[in-house]
């Protein structure tokens, strides 16, 4: 609060007592009652009661405003301000305060059914997604136990059918990382080997070639976590190739850490794009012109990168290659 804003507030009932002092040293003297000189002292004696009773004022609103702003920077939640703060003693901040805390009140239970809607709007979305998985589960078990070109087709769109459920899953997960992780040492072989043949039939369809460089390295993780997030990227870099394509995965130590490289010779991510590929629902121009796309798969990556204390960057050229690079820092986490 400044102290012009607060003068201007206060205008109207700083001109009434100056207009009052006018009048009334202008009648004293007009009747008799005083001279000029005492009619002079009641109004400098008027002024400075006036003057010291404004500043005295101003300086306990500004106090009593400071201590909220400095209650409201130590919140996390900004909307409890008035249920930390005590009840002010003046009877207009007491008009506010109990308006404030109505308002906070209603706020708090519109908080809580949203809540309660996304908690068991996430369970729902979980067990639908374990339920399917079933179906699933039998029909590639089906397509594996009769193997012919159709079947292998079948097989083909059955691992995407089961990329988008997972995507689903991991996405309504995404808010709550750290209550369904386990950070442990971790043989980057295993998430990387788990990506590639969860997409097998995949590579076989698009005639991918796949290279595995230096995997011989430990991280601290969560495998789970970590071979989601390089399924994502697997499966832009087949869907985004071009004739005879190629991916090379490989690892090397480097800087306090493991920098995971995930390299393809695809159509590349035009200049413009590249520093937006991790935004939510961005698909730039390679998903406009080729294919429809969610834009969701590389922004789940980055999600939960952060999530796991991971970095995630890319480098690319169009029509030449694109790069994915994610770095596992060691001496974050505790051994389990």
Known sequence: ????????????????????????????????????????????GWGLLLLGGTAWSYQSRKRYFQRLESTLEGLEQKYLLSEVTGRPY?????????????????????????????SEYK??????VHE????IAAMKLTCEN????????????????ENYVEQVLFYARSEQVEKDYLIRELPL????????????????????????????CQVYS??????????????????????KPQIRIS?????????????????GIAPEDLPRIFDKGFTGRNGREEEKSTGIGLYLCRRLCLKLGLTIRAESVPESYTRILIFFPKGTFVKV
């Open 1 to 44: 609060m400044t102290l012009g804003g607060f003068l201007r507030d206060r205008a109207g009932f700083l001109a009434v007592h100056l207009l009052g002092a006018v009048l009334t040293a202008a009648y004293l003297l007009l009747s008799g009652s005083c001279t000029l000189a005492q009619a002079e002292a009641l109004l400098a």
């Open 90 to 118: 003046r009877a207009e901040d007491r008009a506010h305060y109990d308006i404030l805390r109505a308002c906070g009140r209603s706020m708090l239970e519109e908080i809580t059914r949203v809540r309660r809607e996304r």
């Open 123 to 128: 369970e729902y979305i979980e067990g639908w």
């Open 132 to 135: 399917v998985k079933t179906p």
């Open 146 to 161: 009769h193997r012919a070109d159709t079947s292998r087709r079948i097989l083909a769109e059955l691992e995407k059918t």
């Open 189 to 216: 072989q295993i998430p990387v080997s788990g990506a590639l043949i969860r997409n097998k039939q995949l590579f076989i369809q698009s005639g991918a070639g796949v290279t595995v460089e230096g995997l011989d």
């Open 222 to 243: 969560d495998g789970k976590w970590v071979e989601f997030i390089l399924n994502q990227i697997l499966i832009n870099a087949v869907k985004y190739r071009r004739e």
């Open 251 to 267: 690892a090397i130590e480097e800087g306090g850490g493991v920098t995971l490289e995930v390299w393809d010779n695809g159509a």
